[in-house]
């Protein structure tokens, strides 16, 4: 069974500080995907990494994954208020893919 | 632009009555996707489609949901004798099975299930 597990939990940092969560997951995955969900809203894609090396940026966020070490990264850097939500991290298998699993997701707060 | 809708977006009910949700997918997607989220967890994948044919269900889709998507297009998601442990975020997603970025899944805004 693949499980996937984001660390930490919670996240609260200052603005204009940096950051990573951390995504492992526990057998082979072809594809790895972040998603961003706002309070009562639903899921927003921000990257889907592809292949072993695989770095992904967009304004301050940057993702990677490491394929061997199953392991991806977020990493944010000179946070800002509206960059407060829950993150999630979630693989799929296969060549075409198919159902994604979720980890539990990271809550992440900026202070002012 | 048009993504994926889901309707409704609120659905109170009394234990036991039957309910169902519709999403609509992003016109050219060929897989559609539910998912269940509850408050304070990641989705939890369900059950999807490829055009018309359903290809997986997971062991959470008890004999009380079933889906379907008749035309290909829309799709349905009908819980009957709901249960208050049914009470969550039913989320609908699709996707194209080829493309620059293979099966990347677009989420719709969800139907928020609460059972009395």
């Known amino acids: 069974e693949l499980k996937v597990e984001q660390n930490p939990l919670f996240l609260s940092m200052q603005e204009g500080k940096n950051y990573t969560i951390y995504c492992n997951y526990s057998?082979?995955?072809?594809?790895l995907y972040w998603y961003r969900q706002d309070p009562g809203k639903s899921l927003e894609s921000l990257f889907v990494l592809l292949s072993n090396g695989a770095v992904k940026q967009e304004g301050r966020l940057m993702a990677s994954l490491d394929t061997k070490a199953r392991l991806s990264t977020l990493h944010i850097t000179a946070a800002v208020h509206d960059l407060s939500a829950t993150y999630f991290c979630?693989?799929?298998?296969?060549?075409?893919?198919?159902?994604?699993?979720f980890g539990e997701g990271t809550q992440l707060t900026v202070n002012p | 632009d048009t993504g994926v809708s889901q309707d409704p977006r609120h659905k109170i009910t009394k234990r036991g009555q039957n309910v169902t949700f519709r999403c609509d997918p992003i016109s050219e997607h060929n897989r559609l996707y539910w998912y269940r989220q509850t408050l304070g967890q990641g989705p939890e994948f369900l059950t999807y489609?490829?055009?018309?044919?359903?290809?997986?269900k997971s062991r959470l889709l008890s004999d009380r949901f079933s889906a379907e998507r008749p035309k290909g297009s829309f799709s349905t998601l009908e819980i009957q004798r709901t249960e208050q442990g049914d009470s969550a975020m039913y989320l609908c997603?699709?996707?194209?099975?080829?493309?620059?970025?293979?099966?990347?899944?677009?989420f719709g805004p969800g139907t928020r299930l609460t059972v009395l």
């Open positions: 489609f490829q055009n018309e044919a359903q290809l997986e």
């Open positions: 057998t082979t995955s072809d594809r």
């Open positions: 997603a699709s996707s194209l099975l080829s493309g620059i970025l293979p099966n990347e899944q677009f």
């Open positions: 979630a693989v799929s298998r296969g060549a075409s893919g198919s159902r994604l699993t």
